[in-house]
């Protein structure tokens, strides 16, 4: 599926990003591209291709250097920084292929912590919510661990509460199975299709593992910073067995 400027969550516009350097390095090159709403998307392409430098811009991580990402038809490229960082906490989740939870805090603090950054609920309602996000995803019994008392899979499946803690219409992934054993990366893959097809998500997920991005609704295919022409592929069925 893919979406219209007139529902895009994100559409990016000839977006290009170099680093500067003696030798400058261009990461992205030139994409155009719309995310829209209940979509699960994969990118997918070699070492080097500029597939996290692309997800990046998307969530607003980066900057282009030439080109514009806009989230819900707002150019972002003239926000103040303060503005496009309350965008990035309420519109884009994020999952990352390590984690990222700070050590010191327990599952449930690490949860809180974007909801402490956008302001939006009171102390109470940031816990019960986080609570519950935890529980959805089977870790009632670790609310009070920190991430060095739970297995990568645990792990990750924080992560990806956290990602959900301002009810985000979009979570981007990068590599979220990349670290984890066969079977905790089937275990998050089903959750990451459960936002999509349960909670009404769209998911923008980088990966490397082909198998995993044939099974997803749309693939992208980079090569050298740019989408491989014809590569924006549909992908399996909804309905199809996961």
Do not use: W
């Not at 989230?71 to 990352?96: N, Q």
Request: charged residues 20%; hydrophobic residues 45%; proline residues 5%.
């Amino acid at each position: 599926m893919n979406a219209s400027a007139g529902n895009s969550l994100i559409e990016a516009r000839g977006v290009i990003r170099i680093l500067p350097g003696i030798v400058p390095v261009t990461l992205v090159h030139d994409i155009d591209l719309t995310i829209g709403n209940n979509e699960f998307v994969a990118i997918t392409g070699p070492s080097g291709s500029g597939k996290s430098s692309l997800l990046y811009l998307l969530g607003l991580l980066d900057m282009p250097t030439a080109g514009e990402v806009l989230i819900r038809g707002r150019a972002t490229t003239d926000m103040e920084e303060d503005e496009r960082a309350m965008t990035r906490l309420a519109t884009l989740g994020f999952v990352f292929q390590f984690h990222f939870l700070l050590p010191e805090f327990t599952a449930l603090e690490n949860v809180m912590l974007p909801m402490r950054a956008l302001g939006a609920l009171p102390p109470v309602a940031m816990r019960e919510r986080a609570a519950m996000l935890l529980e959805s995803f089977g870790l009632t019994d670790h609310i009070g661990k920190r991430p060095d008392q739970m297995s990568g899979g645990q792990r990750q499946r924080v992560a990806v509460a956290r990602s959900l803690a301002n009810d985000p219409p979009v979570v981007l992934a990068d590599e979220p199975t990349g670290s984890l054993d066969s079977q905790s990366s089937e275990q998050v893959f089903r959750i990451l299709r459960d936002l999509v097809e349960v909670r009404s998500k769209s998911v923008v997920a980088v990966t490397h593992d082909l198998d995993l991005a044939a099974r997803m609704d749309r693939r992208m295919q980079l090569i050298d910073g740019g989408i491989v022409d014809g590569a924006q592929m549909a992908g399996a069925s909804r309905a199809a067995p996961v």
